[in-house]
């Protein structure tokens, strides 16, 4: 179960049914970024591929017959219009096509009515309609995928095909369950499950063997857990996405000051990278010992190599040399990262925010949070945007509280021009879910979480800027332990009742996943687990709230009339 | 092993049964045999452990500890990585649709092709035995194609507007179909000429005046839109698959001499090791002649796509961008494979090493061997036949990681001896194998050499 090595194979299948020769790759957009994601250009030279052409711009009308050309595209309407026309006068010797989805048999007619000089050699489906982040994680790039609380029709149509894409890569015809209440998980959850059952011949693989559970494809809402994506984070993969943002694998180092102009624009790729791969997941301390560690050892190298005296000096690092040479141009690049990281922490205050971030979630003291969370949100060292996550974190923490301060905080924030019409929208956006279960520390009725609040308030918290568990974390556990989450998260269809726990989880998160479940997806993998996660896109606290904008516009204002004099504000 | 439950630990050569230091190898063996000589079975056991702790010591010496600190701060966690993730894994599901393509495609084609056909065998008889009259022309071209009567078509059948005297009726030379002037398309002779006989060069008209509409009836044939567009793409079907432009030829220069240099690199890679093991199966010649070859294949390879570079394109063109890509994948496979080559390591520092190390071994082993054999004398073991065995069999075993030339010398007397002959033949393959470059068999010559060589010895022995 690893998504990157999916997406690798499919292309390398296109690129060996090619044959040998000089070879161009057309693509869209969208698969673009799909095979960027899963080779650099210098493996698919290696290939043999020597020339990228996007399908959907700025083609010209060069003719070079002696290219074989891979065609690899979503298989939309107006692709299946580009590639017609480029049938009809091919600009390259012959044709390899691949359509990276379930593609209706009467364009496949079209085409074949097109291809007047039989230059077309391959026609297949392959099923790499996804953008592959981690192994265990992928993205559909759907930056924003409700409206009034409901479907955009385009982000539901293609998160179904990014879904069965993974699920055909994978090989797995899994049960599905979805989170109960929510209509969006549910309608994704039934088109899912039709899709499945009228491309049946497609998903005939054979059931597991000795009453073995299938495998489980979860869909779960971001709704239920808008939190997680508004907490500072402190391992790698998370915080740069965070703090700098990652986009396609790609990070913008631009407006870093005094940056390399090598390093304006780095990738970060855990299937290029070998110290990315190593410590996506690390915490930030430990990840700067590891470069400190890796800097001293090559710097001793670089003083060996001075003093190279002997036979077997020369000999140890020539044989070093090469792992030396290739790992001194990623080091470097880590290195800008982390120093920018290290920077906006302290500048931004982060350490001490953290701390009441993961405070106000994991522990119930409402007036002393509240004193803290205003004080911070008042304090002109405080990025303003950073304020504004601690009110949204306290006005849902807090909504029904006798003395919920929310309106206080919010003139605090409006004094200083801050974002304020994000909060009644974010507490429209909660689930009603939510609501009553994310904050749930003190609710009799839960006697095993009350059980473990108090056996974790006993042993001390290990790190007080992690202690915060997300919602998929503690879902997938239930599942890996055999409870029972039929209540909460009901099969789409009549499954018969498996006792043991299904061995392989698809989780998909509709409104965006975000790099501390996909690190806690990691620690269950690395448990021997096999979780593979995705998301409509993946969120960083900003990303997210654009989300929530776009999501909330349209619905009506239930939970925070109170709150509607600064909503008015924002509309007017 | 003997600390187990044992608190301190003691270092040095230990006797494995009193444990007392007994400071060198020698002194712990004699002790051993004075003092333990009751455990008999235990000696071959501990003349084992000896010998294989040696060897251990022995090629520890030469790695340092630098490059595993580095490998190993760099693979935190990748056992735990890999097992999950980086396993193998299959290819995913994937759906055909090309029998149902060919199936939409093929009939159609098959269709288009006899009517392409039928004007091909046309316009070659239009232009066999042309007259070069214009009035001729006309009368030759209705002989062969029937053409339609004009007072049955009122209306351009492509523009839909009617004929009168501005706008005249005009046929089809090909399939005698009738259209207006406008709508008219024209081929001029040389063109047809190519497409009736692709093989043959014809003056390749100006790309410019294939649009222009050229009027002069004797140079050109008129003919409908349908029936130009059938031998438009007939006549680039066979132009994609008769051209073989010179880039081509250089790509496939370059893939080959690609291929061809992997084994080359990789038997280097293997010499090297093998050299620095101090193995005599090759020698530094054969590593600086297999480098240098390696070397004049990347001068090669370098040039062949600098010449790429060279070639007329467009800037700004498909064309000079696969240029630039395509050096870029020279280089970077010159790069990858062949830049980063091992050094050849110096002659006479690394035969110095080579011989110091063979002769300490040789010494030891020697030493170790008289010692052991000594105390055997000394102590009486003799109706020991197992051991007599043992010892010559390490004794042979001994010898082959040797060189060979100290036993030879001492039987050069045998000169007539088969096994002589055909060691001396073996020996003059390896060498024209070396000359050749033909390192795979210098191996397999070697290894046979060997075996020649311990069967000799084995048979001397004996006699």
């Known amino acids: 179960m690893n998504v990157i090595k999916s997406v690798q194979l499919y292309i390398d299948k296109m690129i060996e049914e090619a044959g040998v020769g000089m070879k161009i790759l057309l693509m869209d957009r969208e698969t673009t970024s799909i095979v960027s994601m899963a080779f650099s250009q210098t493996e698919m030279l290696q290939k043999e591929v020597y020339l990228f052409e996007r399908i959907d711009s700025g083609r010209s009308n060069e003719r070079l017959k002696y290219l074989k050309c891979i065609v690899f595209i979503r298989p939309t309407r107006e692709n299946i219009l580009r590639l017609s026309n480029e049938l009809k006068s091919p600009k390259y010797g012959s044709y390899f096509i691949y359509f990276s989805n379930v593609i209706p048999r009467t364009d496949i007619k079209t085409l074949a009515e097109c291809d007047e000089s039989e230059s077309v050699r391959e026609v297949k489906e392959v099923y790499a309609d996804f953008l592959s982040i981690n192994a265990n ?65 497609l998903f005939s693989f054979r059931p597991p063997e000795n009453g073995d559970a299938p495998p489980l494809l979860l869909i779960l809402d971001r709704r239920d857990d808008p939190v997680t994506p508004l907490l500072t984070q402190w391992t790698y993969q998370a915080m740069v996405h965070q703090l700098l943002t990652i986009k396609n694998n790609r990070v913008d180092l631009s407006s870093v000051v005094g940056v390399p102009s090598e390093l304006k624009e780095v990738v970060l790729s855990a299937e290029q ?123 849902m923490r807090y909504e029904r509280h006798a003395n919920c301060g929310t309106v206080g905080l919010l003139n605090a924030l409006k004094a200083r021009n801050g974002r304020t019409h994000l909060v009644p929208k974010m507490l429209e956006y909660i689930s009603q879910y939510a609501r009553t279960e994310l904050f749930s520390t003190v609710k009799i009725t839960d006697a095993v979480k009350l059980t473990r609040q108090l056996i974790k308030g006993m042993k001390g918290v290990e790190n007080v800027y992690t202690q915060h568990v997300c919602v998929l974390k503690e879902i997938l556990e239930e599942i890996f332990k055999g409870r029972s989450i039929d209540q909460h998260y009901p099969f789409i269809n009549d499954v018969p009742a498996y006792r043991r726990p299904p061995k392989e989880i698809v989780a998909f998160i509709i409104g965006g996943a975000t790099y501390e479940e996909a690190m806690a997806v990691h620690q269950l993998n690395q448990m021997g687990y096999r ?38 504000a924002s509309n007017a | 092993m003997f600390s187990d439950n044992d608190s301190e630990i003691i270092e040095g050569f230990l006797c494995p049964i009193c444990r007392s230091d007994e400071k060198t190898a020698e002194d712990l063996l004699r002790h051993f045999e004075d003092e333990h000589s009751e455990e008999k079975d235990l000696i071959s056991t501990f003349r084992d452990v000896f010998k294989s702790a040696k060897k251990k010591i022995l090629n520890n010496l030469d790695e340092r500890e630098i490059s595993k600190a580095i490998e190993s701060s760099l693979s935190i966690n990748k056992s735990i990585i890999r097992v999950d993730f980086k396993g193998p894994q299959e290819i995913g599901i994937f759906k055909d649709h090309f029998e149902y393509f060919k199936a939409i495609r093929n009939p159609r084609l098959e269709r288009y092709a006899t009517e392409t056909n039928k004007l091909i065998i046309r316009l070659n008889k239009l232009l066999t035995n042309r007259p070069t009259d214009p009035q001729q022309i006309k009368q030759h071209e209705q002989n062969l194609v029937p053409w339609i009567d004009g007072k049955l078509v009122k209306l351009c059948p492509s523009c839909a507007k009617s004929f009168f005297f501005t706008r005249r009726q005009h046929h089809c030379r090909l399939c005698g179909a009738i259209m207006c002037n406008e709508c008219s398309h024209f081929l001029s002779i040389d063109e047809s000429m190519s497409i009736i006989n692709p093989s043959h060069e014809y003056p390749k008209p100006d790309s410019s005046q294939t649009d222009v509409i050229i009027k002069e009836p004797e140079d050109t044939i008129r003919m409908c839109e349908h029936c130009l567009h059938l031998l438009e793409t007939r006549k680039e079907m066979q132009d994609g698959r008769l051209a073989r432009p010179f880039i081509t030829k250089l790509y496939e220069r370059i893939e080959t001499l690609k291929k061809e240099v992997m084994p080359d690199i990789a038997m280097y890679e293997k010499i090297i090791k093998s050299l620095y093991k101090g193995d005599s199966v090759y020698t530094i010649a054969d590593a600086s002649a297999l480098r240098g070859k390696i070397g004049s ?7 062949l796509s600098k010449k790429a570079l060279t070639l007329k394109a ?150």
């Open chain 1, 137 to 201: 994680l992928f993205s559909l790039n759907i930056p924003t995928c409700l409206h009034a609380l409901n479907w955009y029709q385009d982000a539901l149509d293609r998160s179904v095909s990014g879904i069965i894409g993974v699920l055909l890569s994978l090989k797995i015809r899994p049960a599905i369950r979805f989170k109960n209440g929510s209509n969006v998980a549910q309608q994704l959850a039934k088109k899912i499950f039709d899709t499945m059952n009228k491309e049946s011949s």
């Open chain 2, 297 to 303: 294949i990347a001068e090669l390879l370098d040039d």
């Open chain 1, 273 to 395: 990278d070998e110290f990315y791969e190593k410590n996506l997941n690390s915490n930030f301390g430990e990840i700067a010992t590891t470069i400190r560690d890796l800097i001293e050892s090559f710097q001793l190298k670089a003083k060996e190599q001075k003093k190279i005296e002997t036979i077997q000096d020369m000999k140890n690092f020539v044989e070093t040399y090469p792992q030396f040479k290739k790992m001194s141009g990623t080091v470097n690049k880590h290195l800008v990262v982390i120093s920018e990281l290290s920077m906006q922490i302290s500048k931004k205050a982060l350490l001490e925010l953290s701390e009441l971030e993961q405070d106000m979630v994991c522990r119930a003291d409402h007036s002393a949070q509240l004193q803290k969370v205003k004080k911070l949100v008042a304090e002109e060292r405080i990025n303003i945007d950073d304020a504004l996550r601690l009110i949204l974190l306290y006005s």
């Open chain 2, 314 to 463: 467009q800037q700004g063109s498909r064309e000079e961008a696969l240029h630039k890509s395509l050096r870029m994948g020279v280089i970077k496979f010159i790069k990858e494979y062949m830049l980063e080559l091992p050094q050849i390591p110096v002659e006479d520092e690394i035969k110095k090493i080579q011989q110091k190390r063979v002769m300490e071994l040789n010494q030891k082993i020697e030493r170790d061997r008289r010692l052991a054999q000594e105390a055997f004398e000394k102590y009486d073991l003799c109706g020991d036949i197992s051991y007599a065995a043992t010892s010559s069999k390490t004794g042979s075993a001994l010898r082959t990681v040797d060189n060979w030339s100290g036993y030879q010398e001492q039987n050069q007397t045998n000169a007539n001896d088969p096994l002589i002959i055909q060691i001396n033949i073996v020996k003059g393959y390896i060498k024209q194998a070396r000359e050749a470059m033909r390192f795979e068999e210098i191996e397999s010559l070697e290894a046979n050499l060997k075996e020649l060589q311990h069967e000799y010895w084995l048979k001397t022995q004996n006699n």
């Open chain 1, 531 to 568: 979780v593979i996660l995705g998301g409509t896109t993946i969120h960083n606290s900003e990303s997210f709230l654009d989300e929530v904008i776009a999501a909330t516009n349209g619905a009506p204002f239930k939970h925070s009339r109170s709150l509607q004099a600064f909503h008015s």
